[in-house]
């Protein structure tokens, strides 16, 4: 009896069990369905233009104390910080973004979802919550979305869920950089060319990486690069045969005749070698494909220095000009970049002396044994004797600055008379059309078609003008007061600081290049300056009419203290440049008022050699 009692007990209890866990499976799905509704209910309510405002928002961060980090989105600062966890985690404040870029939010605090749509797809993310939701695909993340700072912060890896972004965070930088161009594609740039290097291969890409042509896999290794002066070719040396690109016939480099040890001239119209087994130089003849013979020209150029060792002056072959009984070879100095010419008419030597071209190429200036210092042609004919003097340099196309002694002069070639002046005087730029500035003294003045006009006073000093025309807009250097100025026709700005601008080397040298600091877009709209500024590269932007002028930072690190940064710029269109240096490539588009960078890390190992036109 008392067992059958035990049975029926059991019997009640576990029905009795069943019934509470049906009872319970119901409510929950009952509760998740009410919550759905509500959800959806919720979303319905809203108008889809609602962009709120995120002070105050949701729940309290859960993930520690935030450190400030320099923040740029798409080269600029936005006014806001990025911020770091005590474990290095980088968010970034999401809701300031899409502002920026335009990108209406929606965010509902009862659930803590924040809404939106980019590229075309619907994102959601939750605050608190590891996964976010794109396109309708779940993604974990390693951080969750928080509201902080009085922003929505999400965590840096959330922008790898969206075409478009690219994040850098330079090595031992507390900065953080954040860029967007979704709508730049392959098609778009694929004109210009990279050649970089990898365990002695080359590869020949369009600037976003994809390949059109490596050596690996048809020439070799390469052993040599080096590109034309006007960035138009390339030579390549691989197992001592050379080959040449040369974008006007294609983008893939076919073999040419010449030493392994050949050269670029100047003008990049010749490739130029010595073969110093039979003491004479030849040279190839892109246009004509051929090659010549010079002779022992470069034996013939020679100095001594001061410990009596005589040094060749003339390893680069600089022009080559050659007629019916007239031949012109200049030779550069790769150390000091001074220029050796020989010149003979009818088979004689006219001229074998250092020469310095004036500003419009049409003259030239050289000495003679004892310091005796003439003006000729090109050709050497119309040799003109100016005196003796200890140096002589061009300040225009018409005068030329003599010291002679304690005294200086100045020589002009119209008047062909000198005049003694207590002021120096030296050239300091040179526009495109070839008018020339100089200073006098304390004052600026322009020579423009054998016109002399004083532009202004400049009380700090000037020691390097950069102009459109000479009626301005410029860019004025002054080392003694430090700093760069855009003059415009009605303002006056400043740009930044000589002291910043990006130094190069070469041939154990350091110097500042103007020229790769400072330049115009192709369309002469844009000016930019180039510089080092809070420990990264930085382009001061400004149109040539001296509005909207902009900053913009790439994420180039370089060190204050040193001197050679090796980055350079060059042109893509009139809107974009690309500045590379050998293990990056940064691509800014400066259309309008928006800046857009995008920036491609070459793989491990790839050195970039430089950017083909």
Avoid at 418 to 425: G, I, P, R, Y
Avoid at 463 to 478: C, E, F, N, R, T
Avoid at 509 to 534: E, G, H
């Amino acid at each position: 009896m008392i067992n059958f009692l035990r049975s029926k007990i059991l019997m009640i209890f576990i029905v009795i069990i069943a019934t509470l866990s049906l009872v319970a499976v119901i409510i929950g799905i009952r509760v998740s369905i009410t919550m759905v509704k509500r959800h959806n209910q919720m979303l319905e309510k809203l108008p889809s233009e609602q962009n709120v405002a995120v002070q105050g928002l949701g729940k309290p961060s859960n993930i520690g104390l935030l450190r400030d980090q320099t923040f740029y989105f798409n080269g600029q600062n936005i006014g806001v910080s990025a911020y770091a966890t005590s474990n290095n985690e980088i968010y970034i404040p999401l809701d300031t973004i899409l502002k920026k870029l335009g990108i209406k939010f929606k965010f509902y605090s009862s659930d803590d979802i924040v809404e939106f749509t980019i590229n075309g797809k619907k994102a959601l993310v939750m605050l608190g919550k590891y996964f976010v939701i794109y396109g309708g695909q779940e993604r974990i993340l390693s951080s969750i979305p928080v509201a902080a700072k009085n922003h929505i912060l999400v965590p840096v890896e959330y922008f790898d869920t969206f075409e478009g972004f690219k994040y850098t965070r330079p090595k031992d930088k507390e900065t953080e950089f954040l860029n967007y161009w979704p709508e730049l594609k392959p098609g778009k740039l694929t004109k210009s060319r990279v050649l970089s290097i990898k365990d002695g291969f080359a590869d020949i890409s369009d600037v976003l990486g994809n390949s059109v042509w490596d050596s690996k896999n048809n020439i070799g290794r390469v052993e040599k690069i080096e590109i034309s002066p006007d960035g138009t070719k390339y030579i390549i040396v691989s197992e001592s045969k050379v080959y040449l690109m040369n974008n006007e016939k294609g983008a893939v480099p076919y073999p040419i005749t010449v030493s392994d040890s050949a050269t670029w001239s100047a003008d990049s119209e010749f490739l130029y070698w010595i073969d110093d087994i039979k003491k004479t130089s030849f040279i190839y003849d892109i246009e004509n494909e051929e090659v010549k013979e010079l002779g022992d020209y470069y034996f013939k150029a020679v100095s001594v220095d001061e410990s009596g060792v005589i040094m060749y002056t003339g390893r680069s072959l600089y022009v080559f000009k050659k007629d019916t009984g007239y031949k012109r070879i200049v030779l550069t100095n790769a150390i000091d970049d001074s220029k050796y010419a020989f010149i003979d008419r009818n088979g004689k030597t006219v001229v074998s002396a250092e020469i310095s071209y004036s500003p419009d190429k049409t003259k030239i200036l050289y000495s003679r044994a004892g310091g005796y210092y003439y003006i000729s042609n090109l050709d050497g004919t119309r040799q003109i004797y100016i005196g003796m003097c200890n140096d002589a340099q061009w300040i225009d196309n018409d005068k030329i600055f003599i010291r002679e002694g304690n005294k200086t002069f100045i020589y002009s070639r119209s008047e062909k008379i000198s005049k003694e002046v207590k002021e120096d005087w030296h050239k300091v730029g040179q526009t495109i059309k070839g008018d020339v500035f100089f200073m006098k003294g304390s004052t600026l003045y322009c020579e423009s078609d054998s016109i002399e006009t004083k532009v202004m006073t400049i009380n700090g000093g000037c020691d390097y003008v950069y102009a459109l025309s000479s009626k301005g807009p410029y860019i004025v250097v002054s080392i003694k007061a430090d700093n760069l100025l855009f003059i415009g026709s009605s303002n006056i700005k400043y740009l930044g600081k000589y002291s910043q601008l990006i130094e190069g080397s070469g041939e154990g040298k350091i110097y500042t290049d103007f020229d790769n600091n400072i330049m115009a877009s192709p369309d002469k709209k844009k000016l930019i300056v180039m510089q080092r500024d809070k420990d990264f590269v930085s382009l001061n932007v400004i149109n040539s009419n001296g509005t909207n002028k902009r900053t913009i930072f790439i994420s180039h690190a370089v060190n204050m203290d040193s001197s050679i940064d090796g980055i350079k710029p060059t042109w893509l269109t009139d809107d974009v440049i690309c500045l590379y240096s050998g293990l990056k490539l940064w691509i800014v588009d400066l259309k309008g008022d928006t800046t857009k960078v995008y920036e491609a890390g070459q793989k491990d190992g790839d050195s970039i050699q430089g950017i083909l036109q």
